[in-house]
């Protein structure tokens, strides 16, 4: 076994925030995205932690996202009769431009009940809880989705064409964690992929295809051939309606798009991204009920059964990672190192 090595969650934060300020990321920027990596580590989400650090640097290596971006927030108000915000995120990351609009979204969404954000022309690499998750701290419950690039073929088909697509939900609840999910649409996330080639480990079966569109166990076959949807057709409709709702709605590059705009699966894809949330108090004003305590009935009821709510693991994870501190591998660690001493010129050491 790998030994490993704690490091606290504001250490670590602050350690991979240096590591991208000193690659020459915007500050602001730096920080946003380090405080996401951080906590992908913190909640044992191996796949977008500190993974995640040398695929962003390839993006600034490459030059497909823009370092010292500063997101713009467009925000017509009620007087406009609208609830949709809008941020640009001027080909910058999507966590920087998120925390420029977070406040917004929730005034809105406190005063109309009802309200959406839109990402736009913004790079996204980290899971989708972290906003929901953030939201439902706030009393509200939202919904998260953005395309990806093309390597998922739809249901039935061989070649492909959808992103993994994730899509999470948020649920406010009081005095416990709130009720959280976060998936792809595909059988598993692209990251899950990479880390079973990179460990020399099979793919489960059913998680891809090759180039033939046969199945494959082989994670250097799958990354060539396509991923499948989860669910077969029914994975496939979600996946559709994502690329839909995030893509086309907005205006903004869908998974096929964003894969001829970077030219390769290898750097991060640039598309749009949507948040929207609700204010439960708003909706069930009327109906004289408490809809945290009616939705707490169901979630306790799901918990009597025996069954594990999704997140439940990461909050455990989280809960001894803030206590023991964050657990790292020995190649995690050197490679902090290893960035924070050589910066870009790592990705060629």
Same mark, same amino acid.
């Given at each position: 076994?790998?030994?490993?090595?704690?490091? /606290?969650?504001?250490?670590?934060?602050?350690?991979?925030?240096?590591?991208?300020?000193?690659?020459?990321?915007?500050?602001?920027?730096?920080?946003?995205?380090?405080?996401?990596?951080?906590?992908?580590?913190?909640?044992?989400?191996?796949?977008?932690?500190?993974?995640?650090?040398?695929?962003?640097?390839?993006?600034?290596?490459? *030059?497909?996202?823009?370092?010292?971006?500063?997101?713009?927030?467009?925000?017509?108000?009620?007087?406009?009769?609208?609830?949709?915000?809008?941020?640009?995120?001027?080909?910058?990351?999507?966590?920087?431009?998120?925390?420029?609009?977070?406040?917004?979204?929730?005034?809105?969404? /406190?005063?109309? &009940?009802?309200?959406?954000?839109?990402?736009?022309?913004?790079?996204?690499?980290?899971?989708?809880?972290?906003?929901?998750?953030?939201?439902?701290?706030?009393?509200?419950?939202?919904?998260?989705?953005?395309?990806?690039?093309?390597?998922?073929?739809?249901?039935?088909?061989?070649?492909?064409?959808?992103?993994?697509?994730?899509?999470?939900?948020?649920?406010?609840?009081?005095?416990?964690?709130?009720?959280?999910?976060?998936?792809?649409?595909?059988?598993?996330?692209?990251?899950?992929?990479?880390?079973?080639?990179?460990?020399?480990?099979?793919?489960?079966?059913?998680?891809?295809?090759?180039?033939?569109?046969?199945?494959?166990?082989?994670?250097?076959?799958?990354?060539?051939?396509?991923?499948?949807?989860?669910?077969?057709?029914?994975?496939?409709?979600?996946?559709?309606?994502?690329?839909?709702?995030? &893509?086309?709605?907005?205006?903004?590059?869908?998974?096929?798009?964003?894969?001829?705009?970077?030219?390769?699966?290898?750097?991060?894809? /640039?598309? *749009?991204?949507?948040?929207?949330?609700?204010?439960?108090?708003?909706?069930?004003?009327?109906?004289?009920?408490?809809?945290?305590?009616?939705?707490?009935?169901?979630?306790?009821?799901?918990?009597?059964?025996?069954?594990?709510?999704?997140?439940?693991?990461?909050?455990?994870? /989280?809960?001894?990672?803030?206590?023991?501190?964050?657990?790292?591998?020995?190649?995690?660690?050197?490679?902090?190192?290893?960035?924070?001493?050589?910066?870009?010129?790592?990705?060629?050491?």
């Amino acid at each position: 076994m790998s030994e490993l090595n704690t490091i /606290r969650f504001e250490a670590l934060c602050t350690r991979v925030a240096q590591i991208f300020e000193n690659a020459g990321l915007r500050p602001q920027t730096a920080t946003a995205i380090a405080h996401v990596i951080a906590s992908g580590e913190r909640d044992a989400c191996k796949s977008h932690g500190v993974y995640r650090i040398e695929g962003c640097l390839r993006a600034m290596a490459a *030059g497909t996202v823009v370092p010292d971006a500063v997101p713009h927030l467009v925000d017509a108000g009620v007087d406009a009769k609208t609830s949709v915000i809008e941020v640009d995120a001027g080909g910058g990351f999507a966590n920087a431009a998120y925390e420029v609009a977070e406040q917004a979204l929730i005034e809105r969404t /406190r005063e109309t &009940g009802l309200a959406a954000l839109v990402i736009r022309d913004c790079l996204h690499f980290s899971a989708l809880w972290y906003e929901v998750e953030r939201l439902a701290g706030q009393g509200l419950a939202s919904i998260s989705m953005c395309p990806s690039y093309a390597t998922v073929a739809p249901s039935g088909g061989q070649e492909p064409l959808l992103g993994t697509n994730p899509f999470a939900f948020g649920w406010p609840r009081v005095g416990d964690t709130p009720y959280v999910f976060d998936f792809a649409t595909s059988v598993a996330a692209r990251g899950e992929v990479e880390l079973h080639r990179r460990a020399g480990t099979p793919l489960p079966e059913g998680w891809a295809i090759d180039q033939n569109g046969d199945p494959t166990t082989d994670p250097a076959a799958a990354l060539e051939g396509a991923m499948l949807p989860f669910g077969s057709h029914k994975g496939s409709a979600i996946s559709t309606m994502i690329e839909l709702l995030s &893509g086309a709605m907005l205006g903004e590059f869908m998974s096929r798009e964003a894969l001829d705009f970077v030219g390769t699966t290898a750097l991060l894809p /640039r598309h *749009g991204a949507l948040i929207v949330a609700f204010d439960p108090k708003v909706f069930a004003a009327r109906s004289g009920r408490d809809p945290i305590a009616e939705g707490e009935r169901l979630i306790e009821a799901i918990v009597g059964q025996g069954a594990r709510l999704p997140s439940q693991r990461r909050f455990v994870a /989280r809960a001894q990672s803030l206590e023991h501190g964050i657990a790292l591998t020995q190649q995690e660690w050197s490679d902090l190192d290893r960035f924070a001493t050589l910066g870009l010129a790592a990705l060629d050491a």
